[in-house]
C-alpha cells in the first residue's frame, strides 16, 4: 500500500515537472470582458492585488447605492466591496458603516451622501457633499492617508483619532476627538492644522472664511459611534485568522469554531439550510478592480468568500483560514468556474465551486502577467496540486490541474446558472448531479462573460435617490477621481483642486503621540503618571512637560480599554447600540498555546430564540456652531 502511494506521487510529480516551464504554452488568455458604455476602464490592475477593497459592513434604514456605470440607484447590501467612483447615500433614517481597516471605520448618518473616490494601499480618498460623517480611526498602516473632501475645505488625516464632519449648504464643521490631528485645506488657502478637541468651520467657496474654536460636547450618535467599534475590535474569531482580514465580529454571532485535526481552526457556520453548500446563497457582481465578484446573502458572508478555503468533514461544511499569514491577500471569490458545451435542462451553464484545502486560484482578473497563473496568494498552509501536496510550484502547468476536491465525490458542491443569467440578476444557483458535472471541465483564465449594467448592482429594485443638489455639488480635494460617472446619472462636479500638504515625518508623529516623553525624562515619571501616582521631582536640567489644560466639556481623552464598560459599572447611561451588535461574552483565561473550540456567542443564542434586536443607531442633529474665538 505504502508503495502504491509513493508511486503514484512519483508519478504525479513528473507529470508537474514535464509540464511546460511557461504557463502561456496554450497561448494568452483572453482579454478581460469589455466595460459596458460608460463604465471606467480597468486602470486599477498595478494595484488591484495590494489594496484591500473598503467594505460596506453594517447597513440600517434606507441605504442607496451607486457605481459608475449602473442605470439606476439600488439598494446597497453588506459585504458590498467598495471601487473608486463609488457612492452611498443614506435616507432620512439611513446609517452606514464601510470598513477601511482592521480596525477603521467610516460611517455616515441619515441624509448623507458619501463617496469613495481613490483606495490605493496608502491613500483612501472620501468626499461627503452633504450630511455628517464620522471617521473612528483606532489603527492606520504606517504612512498611511486618509484624504475627507467637502465642498468648502479639503481635509488630510495621518494619525488615528476620532474625526467628524458636518457638511450644511454653506458651510462645513469638522472636528477631532481622541488625540487625532488632521490639516485643513481650502480653496485657495493655506494648509492649516487642527488638533485634538478643536472644531474649525468653514463658511463659503470661493473666498472661505475659517474660525476656529474647541470640539463641542459629544452627540449621541458619535458616542455610538464609540461603543460600535469598541465591539467590533474585541472579536474572540480574530485569534483565529489574520490580524487584517475584515468581518470577524460576524463569526461569533454566527457560527462556532472547531478544531480539525487534518486543517486546524475551522469555522462552521450555523442556521444553514439543508443540503447547504458555500457559493449557493448570493449572486456575482462586476467589480472595475476585480472583476466577477462575489457577494454572498448572509452576514457573515465576508471572510469566509474571500480569504482561506471551504472543507467538507464528518457531514458539515467549514471555513478553513489556514496557518495565519502575516499579510492575507484578497480576492473577488476562491472557487474554480467550470463550463463546456454541455447543454443542461437550462441551457448552456457556467458553473463553480469552492476551492479545497490547499488548491490554487486560477485568477479571472489582474493584468495579462496574472491571469490564469495558478496562485496560492496569501495562503500559508500547503500547496495542493490534484489531491498531491507540491513542494515545487514554478512550474506548475494551468493545463495540467484538473482534480478539485470539493468538484467531485461525495464532498461535491458544484453550483450552476445559465451562462446568459449569470451576473444579471438575484437568480438562485442551481445544484448540479454528479452525471452533470462530469460533463463540465475547468475554465482557466478570464470568463468570456461581459457585464451589463445590472451587474454593477449589488442587488435590484428601487432605492432612494439624493437630490441632485449633493451629486452635483463640487469638493475641494487634492486628487481628481480615479473614476468618471456613468451617462446615466447627474453629472458630479469635477473637484477643484489643492495642493496636497506635505506628508508627517514618524518622528513628528511620535513626538505628538498620547505618552511621548521629552527627551531625557526619566521612565519612573511616565510610569507614575500612568498608575495615578504622583510625580517624582525631575532631575536637575529636566524641564517638568507642562500640563495639559482642560478639555472643552464633553470632549473625551484618549480611549483606554474598557473604559466605555466601566463608565456603565458607575451608572453613566450608555448608547443604544445597533442591530445585531452584541458584546462579546467574557470567556476564562485560556491555557496558554490550547485552543479550545469556541461556542456560539450568548448574543446568537438570545436572538435563536426571538429575543428583541437593540435600537436602531440616534439620529444627527447639527450641533450648534460656536461664536469664534477672539484672536
Do not use: C
Request: aromatic share 8%; net charge positive.
Amino acid at each position: 500500500m505504502i508503495a502504491k502511494r509513493i508511486l503514484a506521487t512519483l508519478l504525479t510529480t513528473g507529470m508537474l515537472l514535464a509540464g511546460t516551464p511557461t504557463l502561456w504554452a496554450q497561448g494568452p488568455p483572453p482579454p478581460p470582458p469589455a466595460p459596458v458604455a460608460g463604465q471606467p476602464q480597468q486602470g486599477y490592475q498595478t494595484r488591484a492585488r495590494e489594496a484591500t477593497p473598503a467594505r460596506i459592513s453594517y447597513i440600517n434604514g434606507d441605504v442607496s447605492f451607486w457605481r459608475p456605470g449602473a442605470s439606476e440607484w439600488t439598494p446597497a447590501r453588506v459585504n458590498t466591496p467598495l471601487a473608486p467612483g463609488d457612492s452611498l447615500y443614506t435616507g432620512p433614517t439611513g446609517n452606514v458603516e464601510v470598513q477601511i481597516g482592521a480596525r477603521a471605520f467610516v460611517r455616515a448618518a441619515e441624509g448623507t451622501q458619501l463617496g469613495l473616490d481613490n483606495q490605493e494601499p496608502d491613500f483612501v480618498q472620501f468626499s461627503v457633499t452633504a450630511g455628517h460623517a464620522g471617521l473612528d480611526l483606532r489603527e492606520l498602516a504606517p504612512g498611511q492617508t486618509i484624504e475627507l473632501d467637502t465642498p468648502n475645505a479639503a481635509f488630510t488625516i495621518e494619525r488615528t483619532g476620532y474625526y467628524h464632519v458636518d457638511v450644511t449648504q454653506d458651510s462645513t464643521a469638522f472636528r477631532i476627538r481622541r488625540g487625532g490631528r488632521a490639516t485643513m485645506t481650502p480653496v485657495g488657502g493655506t494648509a492649516t492644522p487642527v488638533a485634538a478637541n478643536q472644531q474649525v468651520v468653514v463658511t463659503g467657496t470661493d473666498t472661505p472664511r475659517v474660525d476656529t474654536g474647541g470640539a463641542p460636547e459629544l452627540t449621541e450618535w458619535e458616542r455610538w459611534n464609540y461603543e460600535r467599534t469598541d465591539s467590533l475590535v474585541t472579536s474572540p474569531s480574530a485569534r483565529y485568522v489574520p490580524r487584517d482580514v475584515y468581518g470577524t465580529e460576524e463569526l461569533d454571532r454566527h457560527g462556532s469554531w472547531r478544531v480539525v485535526e487534518s486543517y486546524g481552526s475551522v469555522w462552521v457556520p450555523t442556521a444553514v439550510a439543508s443540503g447547504w453548500v458555500p457559493y449557493s446563497t448570493g449572486r456575482w457582481i462586476w467589480d472595475p478592480r476585480y472583476g466577477w465578484t462575489w457577494l454572498d446573502n448572509e452576514p457573515w458572508g465576508w471572510a469566509p468568500y474571500h480569504y482561506g478555503r471551504w472543507v467538507h468533514v464528518s457531514g458539515f461544511w467549514g471555513w478553513a483560514p489556514g496557518p495565519i499569514v502575516v499579510r492575507p491577500v484578497y480576492a473577488p471569490a476562491l472557487v474554480v468556474f467550470l463550463g463546456g458545451g454541455v447543454r443542461l435542462s437550462f441551457g448552456l451553464p457556467l458553473a463553480w465551486a469552492p476551492l479545497g484545502w490547499g488548491e490554487p486560484i486560477i485568477p479571472w482578473w489582474g493584468r495579462r502577467g496574472y491571469i490564469s497563473r495558478p496562485s496560492w496568494d496569501g495562503w500559508g498552509g500547503p500547496r495542493v496540486v490534484n489531491n498531491v501536496v507540491i513542494n515545487n510550484t514554478t512550474v506548475v502547468n494551468v493545463r495540467n490541474i484538473t482534480v478539485y476536491r470539493n468538484v467531485a465525490g461525495p464532498s461535491s458542491a458544484v453550483v450552476a446558472v445559465p451562462a446568459d443569467r449569470f451576473g444579471r440578476a438575484d437568480l438562485r444557483p442551481s445544484r448540479l448531479s454528479h452525471a452533470d458535472v462530469q460533463q463540465l471541465t475547468p475554465v482557466r483564465g478570464a470568463l468570456a462573460v461581459k457585464p451589463v449594467a445590472a451587474s454593477l448592482a449589488p442587488s435590484s429594485g428601487t432605492a432612494i435617490k439624493p437630490p441632485e443638489t449633493m451629486t452635483g455639488r463640487s469638493v475641494v480635494a487634492t486628487r481628481p477621481p480615479l473614476a468618471t460617472t456613468g451617462a446615466a446619472m447627474v453629472p458630479i462636479a469635477a473637484p477643484r483642486l489643492v495642493r496636497a500638504p506635505k506628508k508627517e515625518t514618524p518622528a513628528a508623529r511620535a513626538a505628538d503621540a498620547p505618552g511621548a516623553m521629552a527627551p531625557g525624562q526619566p521612565d519612573a515619571a511616565k510610569r507614575g503618571k500612568a498608575i495615578g501616582q504622583p510625580q517624582p521631582p525631575a532631575p536637575p536640567g529636566v524641564a517638568t512637560p507642562p500640563q495639559k489644560p482642560a478639555e472643552t466639556p464633553g470632549a473625551m481623552a484618549p480611549v483606554q480599554p474598557g473604559a466605555a464598560k466601566r463608565e456603565s459599572a458607575v451608572g453613566r447611561p450608555q448608547p443604544p447600540a445597533p442591530p445585531g451588535v452584541a458584546t462579546p461574552p467574557q470567556k476564562p483565561a485560556e491555557t496558554p498555546g490550547a485552543m479550545a473550540p469556541v461556542q456560539p456567542g450568548a448574543a446568537k443564542r438570545e436572538s435563536a430564540v426571538g429575543r428583541p434586536q437593540p435600537p436602531a443607531p440616534p439620529s444627527v442633529a447639527t450641533p450648534p456652531q460656536k461664536k469664534p474665538e477672539p484672536s
